[in-house]
Nanobody
Framework: QVQLVESGGGLVQPGGSLRLSCAASGFISSFNAMGWYRQAPGKQRELVASIASGGSTTYADSVKGRFTISRDNAKNTVYLQMNSLKPEDTAVYYC?????????WGQGTQVTVSS
């Protein structure tokens, strides 16, 4: 069983930055992949960014050039650095870990971009 705890969400003005953290209970270096998803009210959950065990990353087109996913294996933590935030980035952000054939989710952290 893998437990994930997200933190770092909050209220930020358009153009601002936030860094989300996802602390895992296991050794993330052994995970197949970790990713950040988000879900806005009335919308489906969507992939924002992911990082594979080998370090390769993928991003949604809407966040390319603004968001960066990274990980610290020593701290078993994955980060999402979000810059140039827009109101449409407002959502609950979830961390996901893929271990073998199983996926594990965190509880989510709210990000609100508003003036």
């Amino acid at each position: 069983q893998v437990q994930l705890v997200e933190s770092g969400g909050g209220l930020v003005q358009p153009g601002g930055s936030l860094r989300l953290s996802c602390a895992a209970s296991g050794f993330i270096s052994s995970f197949n992949a970790m990713g950040w998803y988000r879900q806005a009210p009335g919308k489906q959950r969507e992939l924002v960014a992911s990082i594979a065990s080998g370090g390769s990353t993928t991003y949604a087109d809407s966040v390319k050039g603004r968001f960066t996913i990274s990980r610290d294996n020593a701290k078993n933590t994955v980060y999402l650095q979000m810059n140039s935030l827009k109101p449409e980035d407002t959502a609950v952000y979830y961390c996901k870990a893929v271990v073998g054939i199983r996926g594990y989710w965190g509880q989510g952290t709210q990000v609100t971009v508003s003036s």
